[in-house]
């Protein structure tokens, strides 16, 4: 199929501010866009985030569930102690894929 583009399906994105309540809305929509590109996994690298919210976590979900409803996947990777305490006392953990780079 000569011409023929393959649509990409995967996709990682850096946060670059903490998913707090004044960042979540930015945030979300920037989430959105990608997801309504057709991306069937996203990737989301927690490298700089230091703290998350309860409406953090509810973008995270949201973008869980717009991904699970098209038969896609989220993954958060590089998070820190804190907020991968937070994931796991939520149970998110269950829900979305959490990369755990093998020094911690």
């Known amino acids: 199929m ?9 996709k990682t994105t850096k946060l670059k ?3 707090v309540a004044s960042e979540a809305e930015n ?3 920037d989430l959105l866009k990608i997801v309504k590109q057709g991306i069937k996994e996203l990737t989301i690298d927690f ?8 409406v953090g976590l509810g973008v995270l979900i949201a973008t869980h569930n717009s991904l699970e409803s ?3 996947k989220l993954k958060i990777k ?5 907020i991968l305490r937070i994931f796991k006392t939520m149970r ?4 979305f894929e959490i990369i755990i780079p093998d020094s911690q």
């Open 2 to 10: 000569a011409g023929t583009k393959r649509k990409v399906v995967k």
């Open 17 to 19: 501010k903490d998913m």
């Open 27 to 29: 945030i979300k929509k």
């Open 47 to 54: 490298a700089v985030i230091e703290a998350i919210d309860s």
């Open 70 to 72: 098209v038969g896609g």
């Open 78 to 82: 590089n998070v820190s102690d804190n």
């Open 92 to 95: 998110l953990d269950q829900h």
